[in-house]
């Protein structure tokens, strides 16, 4: 069976590299927030409030992205949302209080949502074509460059200021924007058709959703949001927790969000596999329970190791439920139905950036770090909900 043609190939590729820029650019980031905490001189709870702003930025700008791909394209929007992106990295370093910071932390979550609900949607139009489950490929390529951006940050963290780390950032989301941008603005918002797949010329059809398909999205979008708390959670407070609870370096706390970006990166490269196997409900049941144990673990080892064993875990667990959420949310109602499922699902991240901060300060780090194995459970148990529904 000949494979697909070489436009489709590009447009992968392209794709591919910008999820791996937005990964690598936000993990960049997330390494250096405890030395951004003190530049700042924020409490916990301050802190929080002012992470706030990356998910408030996202969650206010998504469903407006959403009508934007569909007035100007998937494609369009992803390049300028990564040139916006790769402009706004650098701002942190330069704020000196937990309001400023809150303030270029809007700017940048801005940045952030309309980047991922724009290279979803491009995702989920260039998946119907190919007729494969491969978005965990893309969300892999996130994962990876996850991985490099917090490793690569974890080897500077000694040797560079925050300042010079992030402007770096910034020069290389540039220069692969010009580069990865190309393919996608050649073909403006339509996907280049497969011969014998059955589509027109004006790109993937419409989609109407009714009640029933609005439901349904609105039950992915729950799925994401239970995940992406966990995300946000280990991105944002990952390394506080390794390096203030447990005693770490700068550089074992970085390797923290490595290892738990590792294993969403192989669990996303299995994710094809695992879902032409299991099906996306099984694969749902079967991450959220992982997940649950593996938080378990992260949040109350009594050693570094362990909890990196833990971060791991819940890694591999977490691995392939959001790119199901969004990809199913998107199958059903085309970009509306990406942009309500990433609501949702970044609503995670708004919802955990300052209730970690305030659990941390009522209580302690580590207890407010099992909320995100609670989440995961619940993402487990809506998984198998909609399986004895009948949803597949």
Same mark, same amino acid.
């Given at each position: 069976?000949?494979?697909?043609?070489?436009?489709?190939?590009?447009?992968?590729?392209?794709?591919?590299?910008?999820?791996?820029?937005?990964?690598?650019?936000?993990?960049?980031?997330?390494?250096?927030?405890?030395?951004?905490?003190?530049?700042?001189?924020?409490?916990?709870?301050?802190?929080?409030?002012?992470?706030?702003?990356?998910?408030?930025?996202?969650?206010?700008?998504?469903?407006?992205?959403?009508?934007?791909?569909?007035?100007?394209?998937?494609?369009?929007?992803?390049?300028?949302?990564?040139?916006?992106?790769?402009?706004?990295?650098?701002?942190?370093?330069?704020?000196?209080?937990?309001?400023?910071?809150?303030?270029?932390?809007?700017?940048?979550?801005?940045?952030?949502?309309?980047?991922?609900?724009?290279?979803?949607?491009?995702?989920?139009?260039?998946?119907?074509?190919?007729?494969?489950?491969?978005?965990?490929?893309?969300?892999?390529?996130?994962?990876?460059?996850?991985?490099?951006?917090?490793?690569?940050?974890?080897?500077?963290?000694?040797?560079?200021?925050?300042?010079?780390? #992030?402007?770096?950032?910034?020069? +290389?989301? =540039? %220069?692969?924007? @010009? *580069?990865? $941008?190309?393919? &996608?603005?050649?073909?403006?918002?339509?996907?280049?058709?497969?011969?014998?797949?059955?589509?027109?010329?004006?790109?993937?059809?419409?989609?109407?959703?009714?009640?029933?398909?609005?439901?349904?999205?609105?039950?992915?979008?729950?799925?994401?949001?239970?995940?992406?708390?966990?995300?946000?959670?280990?991105?944002?407070?990952?390394?506080?927790?390794?390096?203030?609870?447990?005693?770490?370096?700068?550089?074992?706390?970085?390797?923290?969000?490595?290892?738990?970006?590792?294993?969403?990166?192989?669990?996303?490269?299995?994710?094809?596999?695992?879902?032409?196997?299991?099906?996306?409900?099984?694969?749902?049941?079967?991450?959220?329970?992982?997940?649950?144990?593996?938080?378990?673990?992260?949040? #109350?080892?009594?050693?570094?190791? +362990?909890? =990196? %064993?833990?971060? @791991? *875990?819940? $890694?591999?667990? &977490?691995?392939?439920?959001?790119?199901?959420?969004?990809?199913?949310?998107?199958?059903?109602?085309?970009?509306?139905?990406?942009?309500?499922?990433?609501?949702?699902?970044?609503?995670?991240?708004?919802?955990?950036?300052?209730?970690?901060?305030?659990?941390?300060?009522?209580?302690?780090?580590?207890?407010?770090?099992?909320?995100?194995?609670?989440?995961?459970?619940?993402?487990?148990?809506?998984?198998?909900?909609?399986?004895?529904?009948?949803?597949?």
């Amino acid at each position: 069976m000949p494979g697909p043609p070489a436009p489709l190939l590009r447009l992968r590729l392209a794709l591919t590299a910008f999820f791996a820029l937005d990964g690598f650019v936000f993990a960049g980031w997330v390494v250096r927030i405890p030395a951004i905490k003190h530049q700042t001189g924020a409490s916990a709870s301050g802190l929080g409030l002012a992470l706030l702003g990356v998910s408030a930025g996202a969650v206010v700008t998504m469903t407006l992205t959403g009508r934007l791909c569909r007035r100007h394209g998937s494609h369009r929007v992803t390049v300028v949302c990564a040139v916006l992106l790769s402009l706004s990295v650098a701002l942190p370093p330069l704020t000196h209080s937990a309001l400023t910071l809150g303030a270029v932390l809007l700017v940048f979550g801005a940045a952030y949502g309309g980047i991922n609900v724009a290279f979803n949607s491009a995702a989920v139009d260039l998946i119907a074509v190919l007729r494969r489950p491969v978005m965990p490929s893309f969300h892999a390529a996130f994962s990876l460059g996850g991985m490099l951006g917090a490793g690569l940050g974890g080897l500077v963290a000694g040797r560079f200021t925050p300042a010079q780390h #992030l402007l770096a950032l910034t020069v +290389a989301g =540039l %220069l692969v924007t @010009a *580069v990865a $941008g190309r393919p &996608l603005l050649r073909y403006g918002g339509q996907v280049p058709q497969a011969a014998g797949h059955g589509e027109t010329d004006a790109g993937p059809a419409v989609r109407r959703p009714g009640r029933r398909t609005r439901g349904l999205v609105v039950v992915f979008g729950l799925i994401a949001l239970c995940t992406a708390y966990g995300e946000g959670a280990m991105a944002d407070w990952g390394a506080l927790h390794l390096q203030q609870d447990l005693g770490t370096s700068a550089g074992v706390a970085a390797a923290g969000y490595s290892c738990f970006a590792l294993a969403m990166t192989i669990g996303r490269l299995t994710g094809t596999a695992l879902l032409e196997r299991l099906g996306r409900t099984r694969t749902v049941v079967a991450g959220g329970a992982t997940a649950a144990a593996g938080m378990s673990l992260g949040s #109350l080892a009594p050693s570094a190791w +362990a909890a =990196l %064993l833990g971060f @791991a *875990v819940t $890694g591999i667990g &977490l691995a392939n439920l959001f790119p199901v959420a969004v990809e199913r949310a998107g199958t059903l109602a085309g970009p509306s139905g990406v942009a309500v499922a990433s609501t949702l699902g970044y609503g995670g991240m708004l919802l955990g950036p300052p209730a970690i901060g305030f659990m941390a300060d009522w209580f302690s780090l580590p207890t407010a770090l099992t909320s995100v194995a609670a989440l995961a459970a619940v993402a487990a148990a809506i998984g198998a909900v909609t399986h004895r529904a009948g949803v597949r």
